[in-house]
C-alpha cells in the first residue's frame, strides 16, 4: 500500500482545512487508518483512527469535537476535517495504515510522506 498525503496549508486561528489520503493497492480496505502530527521537538502523536469499515473512530482529546476522520473506500481515500482550528495544530501531518486500532506509530505498517498544516494566530 502506497500513501499520498494532501490538503495542508497556512490558515488562520478558526480556519478550517481537510486533509486527504489517496491509497494504491487493492488492500485498503483491509487496513485501519489512522492520522499522526508532529511537531518540532515533539514526538509523533496520533490525532484520529477509524477502523476498516469506518464504523469506529477514536480521537486526540485535544482535537475531539473540532476533528473528523472519515474514509471513502470506493475512493480509496482518508479524510481529515479540521475545523476551529489553532495554533497549537500546527505540526506535519502524517496518515498511515496499519492492522491494529487504534492504529500507533509501532504498529502502522505504510505511511504517507507527511503535509504541512500551519495555524496562524
Known amino acids: 500500500v502506497q500513501l499520498q498525503a494532501s490538503g495542508g496549508g497556512l490558515v488562520q486561528a478558526g480556519g478550517s482545512l481537510r486533509l486527504s489520503c489517496a491509497a494504491s493497492?487493492?488492500?485498503?480496505?483491509?487496513?485501519?487508518m489512522g492520522w499522526f502530527r508532529q511537531s518540532p521537538g515533539k514526538e509523533r502523536e496520533l490525532v484520529a483512527s477509524i477502523t476498516w469499515g469506518g464504523g469506529r473512530t477514536v480521537y486526540a482529546d485535544s482535537v475531539k469535537g473540532r476533528f473528523t476522520i472519515s474514509r471513502n473506500t470506493a475512493k480509496d481515500t482518508v479524510y481529515l476535517q479540521m475545523n476551529s482550528l489553532k495554533p497549537e495544530d500546527t505540526a506535519v501531518y502524517y496518515c498511515?495504515?496499519?492492522?491494529?486500532?487504534?492504529?500507533?506509530?509501532?504498529?502502522?505498517?505504510?505511511w504517507g510522506q507527511g503535509t504541512q498544516v500551519t495555524v496562524s494566530s
Open positions: 493497492g487493492r488492500t485498503f480496505s483491509t487496513y485501519h
Open positions: 498511515a495504515a496499519g492492522l491494529v486500532y487504534p492504529t500507533t506509530t509501532a504498529s502502522s505498517l505504510y
